[in-house]
């Protein structure tokens, strides 16, 4: 059950340019849509037909899965077409330019986490409320997933489609000859409740693991993971940033910045060939991984790596990634889109695209599905992903987004880490550039 290498693609180009730090633009290199063109609009199809239409970024997988074949077959009277833009820094400019002119729009809009504060913060006036949709029940959802959707009105103008609910990838081979525990239970009691705990692990790794390999790929991947595990990292509830006196990013900067003094980093940027070059030639023994991260894993690890790998729980439950489906009341059929909406999202279609694609559902009443619930990696010793990962799912916080957290983001882990890991510079440096390039780029 690992997401495919296209559908991975979305994630990590659209997340890498998040973050290293932990957000990001995923951008496909794969279209699953009909031509790539920009958004469209909708109109009647052919024989007296409905023609709903969905403007997409990279692959969100429903027509790999057979969703909108099933969805026609059920209701004859549609027909679904879907416009895709490869990379969500071309089509989300594009998505806000159509929603203030209130023209060229599709009916359903895909949106990526990293823009949902955005456009429940400054759009949500001009999309329908899909929480009164027919056939939404919000207890599905996890709590934190609607919230995301929610703007401050209580209107939910978005439903979640995926999301990143994180674990720790980690080497079993490489444990074995450093003299920790293998077993991924154990391994998930080593460093259970805090990541100093995980840091501790890495300075036994050093000392007594296999010589040439490190114990974390990138300090900034540590930073990531450490930011998503908390309720209130770049912007509080009042909307105002506040990610220098926030204990998140004080807590993350601080233990990612002792792993690379500690020299316990492979010194990596994720998501650039060197990384992935590192995955293939066993250069690190751990790395930060949410569940669409597995199938990518797997590409660049090769063969050589099966059964080698395995997965832990996080130290503590954190989020990376994931997706929402929106209607413009510009539409020209929305009422029909926000049926849709509301079965491309109910939990078991989010299951059936969790079987077919690797997407980790954001509703919760899937977790209990069988699909879901005995979902296991072969690649990863059979780790049973659908338990470690609903775990972590719904132990993650209700996190408050802001409408530049990418910026924060980026200029954290790219401009700050990035400095600290791999030139050698103290974390106090490194720190103080990040801030000098996050206030310019902020204004402030």
Known sequence: MMRTSTRRTRRVVALAAVATLGAGLLAGCADDGDDGGSTGGSGEGGKGKTTITLGLFGVFGYQEAGLYDEYMKLNPDITIKQNVIERNENYYPQLLNHLTSGSGLADIQGVEVNNIAEITATQADKLVDLGKAEGVDKNNFLDWKWA???AKSGTTVALGTDV????????KDYFEKAGLPTDRDE????????????????????????????????????MAAITG???????????????????AVK??????????????TAKLQQFQPTWDQAYANGKFATVSCPAWMLGYIKEKAGDAGENKWDIA???KASNWGGSFLTVPKAGKNSEEAAKLAAWLTAPEQQAKLFEKQGSFPSAKAAYDLPVVADAKNPYFDNAPIGEIFSKA?????VQILGPKDLIIAQNLADVGMLQVDQKGKSPEE??????????NALDQ
């Open 148 to 150: 995301q959707g929610t």
């Open 313 to 315: 729980q996080a130290p």
């Open 164 to 171: 990143g609910p994180q674990g720790i990838c980690y080497r």
């Open 430 to 439: 490194g720190w103080k550039a990040a801030v000098k390039s996050i206030d």
């Open 187 to 222: 391994v998930s009691k080593l460093w259970e409740g805090d990541w100093n705990k995980y840091l501790e692990a890495g300075k036994t790794f050093k000392k007594d693991g296999p010589k040439g390999v490190s114990f974390v790929d990138s300090a900034a991947g540590v």
């Open 393 to 397: 799912a719904e132990g993650a916080p």
């Open 251 to 264: 807590e993350a900067w601080d233990v990612a910045g002792e792993f690379a003094t500690e020299g316990l």
């Open 229 to 247: 595990s908390y309720e209130e990292r770049f912007y509080n509830e009042a909307g105002e940033v506040i990610y220098k006196d926030s204990a």
